[in-house]
């Protein structure tokens, strides 16, 4: 298996584009989230999927950021428009189980840094 | 290569007591490592990192960790266990010495506490 494949693995835009992350998820593995690394806040959950559905989204920061799951294989992450503050690490993880009840079970990807200038 | 070990999948404790949350790690680099905490349905909350500064961190709630080099260690301790602090835990260590490093997690270790 090839492990959570984030894509692109670095990007570099200007503050009022649009970003688009993307993500493909371990095969078989039904939750998926996306994390967001800042070195002041580490790691801060955005928002996850389980089963393609959208469970929890109270960590997405601004109506700015969207994220969907079209299917078991794929997710994106959008940032529209993009600001400076924006600039982090952003983390796709998936999972066989729920994380915190018994398992880690997370595989992460490898990350996609983003730079808004 | 980089990895971590949490040498305990299950603790418990009473409510009150010491708690310890072994984690061991390897790294090419000077690591960066941290402790995470989750709750069920929750995202995973940092408690403290190490950055290559005092080996001693001091976290949230009371918890606190030692970076020791000669044992490749970073233990996880509280003095006293609390009723909300029954969750799961994970060490992690980031690569190259910064928080933007390839993240590896420990396989997590579960703390139970009775009243």
């Known amino acids: 298996d090839a492990g959570v494949i984030q894509s692109p693995r670095h990007e570099v835009t200007e503050m009022g584009q649009e970003v688009t992350l993307r993500c493909k998820p371990i095969s078989g593995h039904d939750y998926l989230f996306w994390y967001r690394q800042t070195m002041m806040r580490g790691l801060e959950l955005l928002i996850y999927?389980?089963?393609?559905?959208?469970?929890?989204d109270s960590g997405m920061p601004e109506d700015r950021f969207s994220a969907k799951m079209p299917n078991a294989s794929f997710s994106t992450l959008k940032i529209q428009p993009s600001e400076p503050r924006d600039s982090a690490v952003y983390f796709c993880a998936s999972s066989q189980r729920l994380p915190g009840t018994g398992s880690s079970g997370y595989t992460f990807g490898s990350g996609t840094r983003l730079t808004v200038v | 290569a980089q990895s971590v070990t949490q040498l305990d999948s299950h603790v418990s404790v009473s409510e009150g007591t010491p708690v310890l949350l072994r984690c061991n790690y390897s790294?090419?680099?000077?690591?960066?490592l941290f402790w995470y905490v989750q709750h069920p349905n929750k995202g995973l909350q940092l408690l403290l990192k190490?950055?290559?500064?005092?080996?001693l961190v001091k976290g949230i709630n009371g918890f606190e960790a030692e970076f020791k080099k000669s044992e490749t260690s970073f233990h996880l301790t509280k003095p006293s266990a609390h009723m909300s602090d029954a969750a799961e835990y994970f060490c992690v260590v980031s690569d190259g010495g910064t928080s933007y490093g390839k993240l590896t997690f420990g396989q997590g270790t579960i703390l139970t506490v009775h009243p």
């Open positions: 190490y950055t290559s500064a005092a080996t």
């Open positions: 790294s090419s680099y000077s690591p960066s």
């Open positions: 999927f389980n089963n393609n559905v959208p469970i929890d």
